[in-house]
């Protein structure tokens, strides 16, 4: 399992993995940002941390360290920047972070990165350094491909219905809800506690933001929408929808269909 993970590969296997045709290595992003009283504070690491670990098992990939830290939380998604905990950079260092480790894995030989996002605020941060590292590596005479996704974008409407049975109200609001729960409830259950679960109505949101930001205007509780509903089960549902529908993505992005694992 964890012969993905290559930060437990000595430096050869390394090399191996890289020299292989169509070789890929993914990178999770995260945040270090509160998630409510019930899950902890690396919460949105975690789960892309172990989409990757999924994802890079079906497709013949290497998983890259987690990025820890993302961007702004921000009150319309995230429950805002000005919560205990909460532990943002700024664009120019995610951006700065990105476009440096990128251009690295391209210069070392990788023939594909796939960034896979799991912190809302964080997206076109992420693309802009990308963007840049692909363009740069381009300009020496390297043909690289790279591929940007945040995972909840790959759960299906059947699977929607399943996980939220009274109807979903957007991911925006999942922050610290329904969605998050369900994955750690399944992958890290032991760092949930669904008795201190606050049940509240879905945050009522404005269609602009404001600053210096309001506390008051998002709930005390600092997740957008109430985890009541979560379960191991709804997270089993969306981790086979989100890991079959990204590894299909990246199979007919990147031509990796022929790689496999027997370099270990
Ligand atoms: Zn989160
Ligand atoms: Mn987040």
């Known amino acids: 399992m964890s012969a993905v993970f290559l930060e437990d590969l000595d430096a050869e296997t390394y090399a191996a993995h890289v020299a292989r045709d169509g070789s890929t290595v993914i990178i999770p992003t995260g945040a270090t940002e ?114 940007l996704l945040s995972y909840w974008d790959f759960v299906d409407e059947h699977t929607l219905e399943k996980v939220f ?11 610290g809800g329904v969605l998050e729960t369900s994955l750690m409830l399944l992958l890290h259950p032991e760092k949930v506690d669904m008795s201190r679960v606050i049940d509240h109505p879905p945050a009522k949101l404005t269609k602009y933001d404001i600053f210096p930001e309001d506390p008051a205007r998002t709930p005390a509780s600092g997740c957008l929408s109430s985890a009541k509903g979560a379960s191991a089960e709804s997270g089993q549902l969306l981790m086979e929808a989100v890991t079959t529908a990204v590894a299909s993505s990246l199979r007919n992005e990147l031509h990796v269909a022929n790689l496999s694992l027997e370099v270990n």
């Open 34 to 147: 509160q998630h409510g009283p019930h899950m902890p504070l690396g919460v949105d690491a975690m789960l892309s941390r172990a989409i990757a670990g999924a994802v890079a098992e079906r497709i013949g990939a290497l998983v890259a360290p987690v990025f820890s830290y993302g961007y702004k939380s921000q009150p319309r998604s995230g429950g805002g920047n000005h919560r205990i905990g909460t532990t943002s950079l700024g664009a120019a260092a995610l951006t700065g972070l990105v476009e440096d480790v990128v251009s690295s894995f391209f210069s070392q030989g990788f023939k594909n990165v796939v960034v896979l996002n799991g912190h809302f605020e964080n997206y076109q941060f992420i693309y802009e350094g990308l963007d840049n590292a692909v363009a740069g590596s381009r300009a020496t005479g390297l043909e690289p491909r790279a591929v």
């Open 165 to 175: 049975p009274d109807g979903f109200l957007g991911w925006d609001i999942e922050h």
